[in-house]
């Protein structure tokens, strides 16, 4: 067996196990892993991985690249966050190798025609691997207002099916709009069940934004009736309990249908509360979190810089953090998140109401490193658990797996070595592609130096080495009937 690659001296992270491991890469898979020594290197390079932690590459289930901006005064300037060019490089040099976006559906057009459309603007353009969960009803689709909503046509239902079958097998829906400013977005419970029902026929996963509409329109009410619309308030629009009855009622449909849904951007203790009553029912409910929600209080929000930290449905407290983090520990929560939106600093402090406050975090080249700061050195997180919630689930849950989220033979050579004797203030000239992050000052513990896309170095030691054409669109993402029968990761 003639290697291309060995990979030596590492601490090596598998789905049965951590031990100091060889890794043999043949072409971009991964080809065997043996005792050190045993690997046959002529004609192989040779790569040092002494003292680093080796983990499959990061997987990213949460980005907006090129979002266009729904808040009243940035549509009206037209404006637009990063492209999958930069959010692509700042995942390489942060440790992750693939990303999945959102394609929404606009009216005139098949649902499979999403997927080719925002392809157009990721091939050719991206350093990393890139899949996207299909929208049905997109950020403001055409026509739709709040006072006249368009229904997502019963024959667009239907077409799930076909989605699924050329290969993209997660569906996103909002059950709210979010703010009672911009565009209608949510999709109504009425169609939420009919999806649910044709992802079921198919081997789907649903995606959801879950709020809820009744509450988050009242509370938004009442707090322009008090004049308190500042940033600070989110919290107050965005409640807990809207989480709580919001997550509840979007499982009981799940279970009644028998689909398979994943929880966005959990932020709440109550939210966690309810995926764990469901998994405990032996329900296939998973959930995301972001690192930023596990780890800022709200309070941040009445700092100066209070509308950097925010993303929808917005942080709460120092007791829902902590529920959090040991939600990923224990496993009740399966994956680490970013909601990434890539922009200058001066359009995310544009807002500063619980109306227009900004939305999405830059902190996609920060994720791999805090949560292995925060999960594994400051609260005992297994090594196994950390690539779990940073790779391993997302594939599982998106149907990437083995092929993604796996050292193992057979996986594609997306390989990350990182380096836990790095401990420094995180700053501003450590990251790509913005100009700034929550996160600086914030002390690391751990840092990738290696990163590996299919069998190719594409950053090594600070040096970006790859190119916009290594990424490639993964289009044959099947779940696994595991994952969509039961909570199997």
């Not at 350093?127 to 709040?146: K, P």
């Not at 999709?187 to 939420?192: H, I, L, P, Q, S």
């Not at 997306?414 to 203030?425: A, C, E, G, M, N």
Request: charged share 20%.
């Amino acid at each position: 067996m003639a290697l291309d690659m060995i990979i030596r001296g590492g601490q090596v992270v598998t789905p049965w196990g951590v031990g100091h491991w060889d890794i043999g890469v043949q072409g971009e898979r991964i080809a065997a892993i043996a005792e050190p020594g045993a690997l046959p290197d002529a004609g192989a390079r040779i790569l040092d991985a002494t003292g680093k932690i080796v983990i499959p590459g990061g997987i990213e289930p949460h980005a907006h690249a090129a979002f266009k901006f729904v808040y009243p005064w940035a549509l009206e300037a037209g404006h637009r966050a990063a492209g999958p060019d930069e959010i692509s490089k700042a995942c390489a040099f942060g440790g992750t190798t693939t990303v999945v976006d959102f394609a929404n559906w606009r009216p005139g057009g098949a649902l499979i025609d999403a997927i080719g459309n925002r392809d157009e603007i990721f091939r050719g353009n991206s350093y990393t691997d890139y899949s996207f969960h299909t929208v049905l009803v997109g950020m403001g689709t055409e026509g739709a207002t709040r006072e006249q909503p368009i229904p997502i046509p019963l024959d667009l239902i239907t077409q799930i099916g076909g989605v699924i079958e050329a290969g993209f097998s997660s569906f996103k829906v909002w059950t709210t709009n979010t703010t009672s400013t911009r565009a209608r977005q949510m999709t109504d419970f009425g169609a939420v069940f009919g999806m649910m029902e044709q992802i079921v026929a198919h081997g789907g996963m649903l995606a959801v934004h879950a709020e809820d509409e009744d509450i988050v329109m009242y509370m938004s009410r009442v707090l322009h009736e008090q004049g308190k619309t500042h940033t600070r308030f989110l919290p107050t629009a965005h409640p807990a309990l809207s989480e709580d009855l919001s997550f509840r009622r979007v499982i009981r449909l799940a279970e009644v249908t028998g689909a398979a849904i994943y929880l966005m951007h959990v932020s709440a203790k109550e939210g966690v509360q309810a995926i764990a009553e469901a998994r405990s029912k032996g329900l296939p409910v998973f959930a995301e979190t972001l690192h930023h929600y596990a780890t800022f209080p709200a309070s941040v929000y009445d700092t100066e810089d209070g509308p950097l930290y925010h993303t929808y449905p917005s942080l709460k407290y120092e007791d829902d953090n902590e529920a959090l983090w040991q939600g990923l520990i224990n496993g009740t929560i399966q994956t680490v998140a970013t909601d990434a939106i890539l922009c200058a600093r001066d359009l995310k402090l544009g807002g500063h109401t619980i109306e227009d406050t900004v939305g999405g975090n830059p902190g996609v080249e920060e994720r791999v490193a805090i949560t292995y700061t925060e999960g594994v050195v400051k609260r005992g997180m297994s090594l196994r658990r950390f690539v779990d919630v940073t790779s391993s689930n997302a594939a599982k849950i998106l149907g990437m797996y083995p092929r993604k989220g796996a050292i193992a033979p057979g996986s594609d050579a997306d390989i990350v070595l990182l380096d836990p004797t790095v401990r420094k203030p995180l700053g501003l000239e450590d990251l790509h592609g913005v100009d700034h992050s929550v996160w600086e000052g914030w002390d690391i513990h751990a840092w990738p130096t290696t990163t590996i896309l299919r069998g190719k170095i594409i950053v090594q030691d600070g040096q970006l080495l790859g190119a916009l054409t290594d990424g490639r669109l993964i289009a044959d993402r099947r779940t696994s009937p595991e994952i969509l029968t039961g909570p199997a990761c």
